[in-house]
């Protein structure tokens, strides 16, 4: 099984430029995975087919399984939860990406 020490997890969700579609998921490296997600890389994904491109909300964990079964929580959860959670970090619903350089 591979390591990870040091690094860190990312959960996070994702919508398009209308907020209305929500996609929750989880990845190892936040910048690379946005890219794939705005790149359109996987042309038949959920994310490409409603265009989710706008980083929304992310939680950083240090342990690739807390992420994991962050991510299979935030899944399950309704919309009305979702949205609460994105509206405490960002009450805009602006794109957080930026938050990611450097």
């Keep these: 099984m591979k390591t990870y020490e040091g690094e860190l997890f990312y959960t ?7 907020n209305t579609v929500l996609y929750v998921g989880f990845t190892i490296e936040m910048s690379k995975r946005l890219s794939e997600h705005i790149d359109k890389v996987y042309k038949n994904s959920f ?3 409603y265009n989710l491109n706008k980083l ?9 399984g ?21 509206q405490d970090m960002n009450p805009d619903w602006g794109d957080l990406s930026w938050m990611l350089e450097g």
């Design 12 to 18: 996070y969700i994702l919508t398009n430029k209308n």
């Design 47 to 49: 994310s490409a087919k």
């Design 56 to 64: 929304i909300y992310f939680e950083t964990h240090n342990a690739v």
């Design 66 to 86: 807390a992420a994991r079964k962050r991510e299979k929580q935030l899944k399950k959860w309704n919309r009305e939860w979702k949205e609460n959670l994105v």
